[in-house]
Nanobody
Framework: QVQLVESGGGLVQPGGSLRLSCAAS????????MGWYRQAPGKERELVAA???????NYADSVKGRFTISRDNAKKSVYLQMNSLKPEDTGVYYC??????????????WGQGTQVTVSS
């Protein structure tokens, strides 16, 4: 079973920066894509950024040019550098990992969520 542990959320002023981290643990699995989603109060969860095993990235239009996703395959970790934060970036951020094993095809694992609040 794959477990994800997130860290790095918090309270930041508009224009500030935060870096989110997510590490996968467990055994006998391989990782395909990794990504970050967020859910604002009263809204549906949405994709913020994703990165494939080959390093190709995809961003929501609202964060392009401000957020950068990266991964460290050796550490089974994914990161989200968030710069020029805006109040509308506030929400719970969830790490997502698409993994597979010898016995099962691709599945999703989710982190517990970390709160990001952008406010003065």
């Amino acid at each position: 079973q794959v477990q994800l542990v997130e860290s790095g959320g918090g309270l930041v002023q508009p224009g500030g920066s935060l870096r989110l981290s997510c590490a996968a643990s467990g055994s006998g699995f391989s990782i395909n894509a990794m990504g970050w989603y967020r859910q604002a109060p009263g809204k549906e969860r949405e994709l913020v950024a994703a990165i494939t095993s080959g390093g190709s990235t995809n961003y929501a239009d609202s964060v392009k040019g401000r957020f950068t996703i990266s991964r460290d395959n050796a550490k089974k970790s994914v990161y989200l550098q968030m710069n020029s934060l805006k109040p509308e970036d506030t929400g719970v951020y969830y790490c997502n990992v698409k993994y597979y094993t010898r016995f099962v095809s691709e599945r999703d694992a989710w982190g517990q969520g970390t709160q990001v609040t952008v406010s003065s």
